[in-house]
C-alpha cells in the first residue's frame, strides 16, 4: 500500500474516533439534563407529599371517628387532632406508634418515610411514631411541626369568685366553688385529682352535711374522699377551694395517665417531624 493509503486510513480512523467522542458528549448531556429535569419533577412531588401529608395528620382528627379504638382495616384516614381541642391526641399518636404501617398506603412505592416526635428541649429524645429511620437516601425532605399533647383528661379550672353564688357555705371572693354531678361507676373507672401550684384549703361537700376538709399542693388524688362522701349511684358534690393564684383544675383521668398529669398546668411543647426520600 503506498503512502497515499495510509493517509487515508488514518484520516478515517480519526474522523471515527473524534465523531465517536462527540456522539459520547451528546448522549452524556442529554442524560445529564434528563436526571436533571426528573430530580426537579421528583423534588417538587416530594415537597407537596410532605406537605400534604403532615397537614393531614395535624389538622383532620381521622376517619372514621375515634378511629384510633378500631381494628387497623376499619380505618380509612389516620388523623391524630384531637376530637375536643387543637391539640394533638396521645392516643391516636400512640394507636400509630403501635401500628407504624398505617401510613404507607400515604406513600407511592419507592419513597421511604419516618414520623417521628420529640420534646422541644430535647431532641435526643426522638420517638419514632410510623415508618422507619432513613438512612443512606440521596434525597431527604423534612418538615416539622410545633404541637401540644391532648392527654385525654376532663379537666374544669378553678377561679375565684367562680360560680360563688352557688355556694351555699356562703364562702367570701376568696374561695372558688362549684357542684359536680359524679358517679359511682365513673370513680371505679378513673381517678379524680385536684392540680394546683399552690398551697390550697379545699373542702369537699355532699348533699347531706357531710364535708371533708383537707390542705395540699400539686397533684391531689381525691378518690378515696369522694367515695366516702357518694351515698347513692349519681351525687351532686360541691369542690371549694382558696388559693393564692388561679392555677387549679378538678381533673378527671379515664385512661391511667398519671405520669402526665403535670402537662395539666404547663403543657410540654413538642415536635412532629416528618420526612420523605427517595
Not at 207 to 230: R, V
Amino acid at each position: 500500500m503506498n503512502n497515499k493509503g495510509q493517509i487515508i486510513i488514518t484520516d478515517l480512523l480519526l474522523y471515527i474516533i473524534v465523531l465517536t467522542i462527540i456522539l459520547g458528549l451528546i448522549i452524556f448531556s442529554m442524560t445529564i439534563l434528563n436526571d436533571s429535569q426528573v430530580t426537579r419533577i421528583n423534588n417538587k412531588q416530594l415537597n407537596n407529599l410532605l406537605d400534604n401529608s403532615l397537614e393531614t395528620l395535624t389538622e383532620t382528627s381521622g376517619l372514621p371517628s375515634k378511629w384510633e379504638y378500631m381494628d387497623n382495616d376499619d380505618i380509612k384516614t389516620v388523623g391524630l387532632k384531637s376530637d375536643n381541642n387543637n391539640f394533638i391526641s396521645y392516643q391516636k399518636l400512640m394507636k400509630l406508634k403501635n401500628n407504624k404501617h398505617l401510613l404507607d398506603s400515604y406513600f407511592p412505592s419507592g419513597v421511604a418515610y419516618e414520623l417521628t416526635l420529640y420534646p422541644k428541649n430535647n431532641e435526643n429524645s426522638r420517638m419514632l411514631i410510623a415508618g422507619n429511620y432513613l438512612s443512606n437516601q440521596k434525597q431527604v425532605f423534612s418538615k416539622s411541626e410545633i404541637i401540644l399533647i391532648d392527654y385525654g383528661y376532663n379537666i374544669t379550672s378553678f377561679y375565684k369568685d367562680n360560680n360563688i353564688n352557688s355556694c351555699y357555705y356562703n364562702h367570701n371572693k376568696d374561695w372558688a366553688c362549684k357542684p359536680f354531678t359524679i358517679s359511682k361507676s365513673l370513680l371505679n373507672e378513673g381517678e379524680y385529682y385536684i392540680i394546683t401550684n399552690d398551697n390550697i384549703e379545699y373542702i369537699l361537700s355532699n348533699t347531706y352535711s357531710e364535708n371533708i376538709t383537707q390542705n395540699g399542693k400539686g397533684i391531689i388524688n381525691i378518690n378515696n374522699n369522694l367515695k366516702q362522701l357518694i351515698k347513692n349511684e349519681n351525687e351532686t358534690i360541691y369542690l371549694h377551694i382558696t388559693s393564692h393564684n388561679n392555677d387549679t383544675y378538678l381533673v378527671y383521668d379515664k385512661n391511667n395517665m398519671e405520669e402526665h398529669l403535670n402537662n395539666v398546668i404547663k403543657p410540654e411543647v413538642y415536635i412532629l417531624n416528618m420526612k420523605v426520600a427517595i
